[in-house]
Protein backbone atom coordinates (compact mmCIF):
# COMPACT_ATOMS: atom_id res chain seq x y z
CA UNK A 1 0.00 0.00 0.00
CA UNK A 2 1.28 3.67 -1.11
CA UNK A 3 0.67 6.59 1.37
CA UNK A 4 0.99 9.97 -0.32
CA UNK A 5 0.74 12.93 1.63
CA UNK A 6 0.83 16.73 -0.16
CA UNK A 7 1.61 19.43 1.45
CA UNK A 8 2.86 23.47 0.08
CA UNK A 9 -0.62 24.64 -0.78
CA UNK A 10 -1.51 27.82 0.21
CA UNK A 11 -2.77 31.25 -1.35
CA UNK A 12 -0.54 33.26 -3.76
CA UNK A 13 -0.84 36.84 -6.16
CA UNK A 14 -1.04 35.92 -9.59
CA UNK A 15 2.60 35.69 -11.03
CA UNK A 16 3.71 34.12 -8.18
CA UNK A 17 5.60 30.35 -7.16
CA UNK A 18 4.73 27.63 -4.92
CA UNK A 19 6.19 24.49 -4.45
CA UNK A 20 3.83 21.94 -3.81
CA UNK A 21 5.17 18.24 -2.12
CA UNK A 22 4.16 14.74 -1.73
CA UNK A 23 5.56 12.27 0.72
CA UNK A 24 5.21 8.95 -0.52
CA UNK A 25 7.40 7.39 2.18
CA UNK A 26 5.45 4.41 2.95
CA UNK A 27 6.57 3.21 -0.36
CA UNK A 28 6.21 -0.84 -0.74
CA UNK A 29 8.86 -2.66 -2.91
CA UNK A 30 9.21 -1.57 -7.01
CA UNK A 31 8.62 1.54 -9.06
CA UNK A 32 6.01 3.64 -9.07
CA UNK A 33 4.58 6.47 -12.32
CA UNK A 34 3.82 9.67 -10.24
CA UNK A 35 1.78 12.65 -11.17
CA UNK A 36 0.05 15.65 -10.23
CA UNK A 37 -3.74 16.45 -10.77
CA UNK A 38 -5.82 19.07 -9.82
CA UNK A 39 -9.96 19.45 -9.62
CA UNK A 40 -11.65 22.49 -10.33
CA UNK A 41 -15.12 22.80 -8.47
CA UNK A 42 -18.11 20.41 -10.32
CA UNK A 43 -15.02 19.23 -13.09
CA UNK A 44 -13.43 15.81 -13.43
CA UNK A 45 -9.35 15.80 -12.60
CA UNK A 46 -6.84 16.93 -15.06
CA UNK A 47 -3.82 15.56 -14.66
CA UNK A 48 -0.96 18.34 -14.83
CA UNK A 49 2.37 16.22 -14.90
CA UNK A 50 3.73 12.94 -14.68
CA UNK A 51 7.31 11.55 -14.06
CA UNK A 52 8.76 7.91 -14.86
CA UNK A 53 11.00 6.45 -12.80
CA UNK A 54 13.77 6.99 -15.35
CA UNK A 55 12.71 10.90 -14.90
CA UNK A 56 10.68 10.98 -18.07
CA UNK A 57 8.16 13.62 -17.97
CA UNK A 58 5.02 14.86 -19.33
CA UNK A 59 2.92 18.14 -18.91
CA UNK A 60 -0.68 19.31 -19.44
CA UNK A 61 -0.36 21.98 -22.77
CA UNK A 62 -1.77 24.58 -19.91
CA UNK A 63 1.02 24.07 -17.34
CA UNK A 64 3.98 23.47 -19.75
CA UNK A 65 6.90 26.78 -19.39
CA UNK A 66 5.68 27.39 -15.55
CA UNK A 67 5.42 23.95 -14.16
CA UNK A 68 8.12 21.75 -13.23
CA UNK A 69 7.62 17.89 -12.23
CA UNK A 70 10.64 16.17 -10.30
CA UNK A 71 11.13 13.56 -7.60
CA UNK A 72 13.55 13.21 -5.17
CA UNK A 73 13.93 9.17 -4.54
CA UNK A 74 16.05 8.86 -1.81
CA UNK A 75 13.15 10.93 0.05
CA UNK A 76 10.33 9.30 -2.01
CA UNK A 77 9.44 13.02 -2.78
CA UNK A 78 7.62 14.70 -5.55
CA UNK A 79 7.25 18.33 -6.04
CA UNK A 80 5.33 20.26 -8.62
CA UNK A 81 7.23 23.47 -8.47
CA UNK A 82 4.62 26.17 -9.88
CA UNK A 83 5.95 29.49 -11.44
CA UNK A 84 4.29 32.25 -12.66
CA UNK A 85 0.94 31.03 -11.43
CA UNK A 86 -2.32 32.22 -12.91
CA UNK A 87 -5.85 32.51 -10.95
CA UNK A 88 -6.85 29.66 -13.57
CA UNK A 89 -4.72 27.63 -11.59
CA UNK A 90 -6.75 27.79 -8.63
CA UNK A 91 -7.55 24.30 -7.83
CA UNK A 92 -7.41 21.39 -5.59
CA UNK A 93 -4.26 19.55 -6.56
CA UNK A 94 -3.62 15.58 -5.83
CA UNK A 95 -0.82 13.66 -6.01
CA UNK A 96 -0.79 10.08 -7.59
CA UNK A 97 1.14 6.97 -8.06
CA UNK A 98 0.92 3.57 -9.95
CA UNK A 99 3.14 1.12 -9.89
CA UNK A 100 5.62 1.69 -13.07
CA UNK A 101 5.37 -1.44 -16.38
CA UNK A 102 7.21 -1.26 -19.19
CA UNK A 103 3.72 -2.03 -20.85
CA UNK A 104 2.53 1.84 -20.24
CA UNK A 105 3.17 4.90 -21.69
CA UNK A 106 3.39 7.71 -19.35
CA UNK A 107 -0.37 8.98 -18.24
CA UNK A 108 -1.49 11.87 -17.03
CA UNK A 109 -5.20 10.15 -17.08
CA UNK A 110 -7.01 9.57 -13.60
CA UNK A 111 -8.31 6.34 -14.33
CA UNK A 112 -4.85 5.17 -14.66
CA UNK A 113 -3.81 5.60 -11.05
CA UNK A 114 -3.90 3.36 -8.09
CA UNK A 115 -3.11 5.41 -5.35
CA UNK A 116 -4.05 8.75 -4.46
CA UNK A 117 -3.45 11.59 -2.09
CA UNK A 118 -6.18 13.84 0.23
CA UNK A 119 -5.07 16.98 -1.85
CA UNK A 120 -3.95 20.39 -1.14
CA UNK A 121 -5.70 23.84 -1.83
CA UNK A 122 -4.27 26.23 -4.20
CA UNK A 123 -5.76 29.95 -4.71
CA UNK A 124 -4.54 32.52 -6.70
CA UNK A 125 -5.31 36.14 -6.71
CA UNK A 126 -5.50 38.40 -9.78
Known amino acids: QVQLVESGGGSVQSGGSLRLSCDAS????????MAWFRQFPGKEREGVAA???????TYADSVKGRFTIARDFPKNTQYLQMDNIKPEDTAMYYC????????????????????WGQGTQVTVSS
Open 96 to 115: AARPFSNFNSLSRRARDYNY
Open 51 to 57: ISPDGGT
Open 26 to 33: RYTKGAYD
